[in-house]
């Protein structure tokens, strides 16, 4: 295979999943975070725990975990692999910010970033879907990779 060539392609041109028999395994993580704009009545209200569907943060957060562990499930070309950890966290500027963040690991051939993309969107979502009868004008934004180690291809972090 030339160096060009793309991997994700058969002889006939056609998707195909990456073949990773061969690669080591190694210890692999990823961060993603993704960003949420609401009224402040809504973040106060989910501070508060007074949403009607209940407590939000702590519903996206086993959302944004099932997530991660089903990735290869939604996303074609994704590998299936072992999740060794999955986390959801939140930060706020306790007005009407809030940021998801994940973080995945795993022991394996393959890394987890999109393991961690998939959880931090579906945790937003989440919130979104509990909140929406309040505020349907949230902003979901900034969904990205924020660092990722392991692997062939090494250390990257986002420079944002």
Do not use: W
């Amino acid at each position: 295979m030339e160096k060009d060539d793309l991997t994700h392609f058969n002889q006939e041109k056609r998707a195909k999943m990456v073949d990773v028999t061969e690669k080591t395994e190694t210890k692999r993580r990823a961060i993603a975070s993704a960003t949420i704009h609401m009224q402040e009545e809504t973040l106060a209200r989910i501070h508060a725990g007074k949403m009607e569907k209940g407590d939000v943060l702590a519903v996206a957060q086993v959302a944004g975990i099932m997530a991660a562990k089903k990735t290869s499930e939604l996303i074609p070309m994704c590998h299936p692999i072992m999740t060794t950890k999955a986390d959801i966290s939140f930060q706020d500027d306790t007005k009407n910010k809030l940021t998801v963040i994940s973080e995945v690991v795993t022991v394996g051939k393959t890394g987890v970033e999109m393991e961690a993309l998939t959880a931090v969107t579906v945790a937003a979502l989440t919130i979104y879907d509990m909140c929406k009868a309040m505020d349907k004008g949230m902003l979901i934004e900034k969904t990205h990779l924020v660092e990722k180690t392991g692997g062939k291809s090494g250390t990257f972090k986002a420079d944002m």
